[in-house]
């Protein structure tokens, strides 16, 4: 089965950026879409972007303009752009591929975003 894992949390100051990772272990583009979500102490799981195998993308209100969901020549990673990053962007970030057999999820990646 496919495995999914995050990198590139960390901690940034308000206004900077990150880049997160989502490498997966087959061929992600086996999956009909790539979601990512997130998840801040006490609340619950939060959309935040998608891409479709087609390339297609959309965002939550809450980061649309900010983040940027994308793929390279890298095969198999979906990236996320996190940019003017604010103290309520703090979460733990996961990533979620999703097929008509399968619905499988990274471990997360931590974000901090404080001064």
């Known amino acids: 089965q496919v495995q999914l894992v995050e990198s590139g949390g960390g901690l940034v100051q308000p206004g900077g950026s990150l880049r997160l990772s989502c490498a997966a272990s087959?061929?992600?583009?086996?999956?009909?879409?790539v979601d990512w979500y997130r998840q801040a102490p006490g609340k619950q799981r939060e959309w935040v972007a998608r891409?479709?195998?087609?390339?297609?993308?959309s965002y939550a209100d809450s980061v649309k303009g900010r983040f940027t969901v994308s793929r390279d020549n890298v095969p198999n990673t979906i990236y996320l752009q996190l940019n003017s990053l604010k103290p309520e962007d703090t979460a733990v970030y996961y990533c979620?591929?999703?097929?008509?057999?399968?619905?499988?999820w990274g471990q997360g990646t931590q974000v901090t975003v404080s001064s």
């Open positions: 979620n591929a999703v097929s008509p057999s399968s619905n499988i």
């Open positions: 087959g061929s992600i583009r086996n999956f009909n879409l």
């Open positions: 891409m479709t195998s087609g390339g297609v993308t």
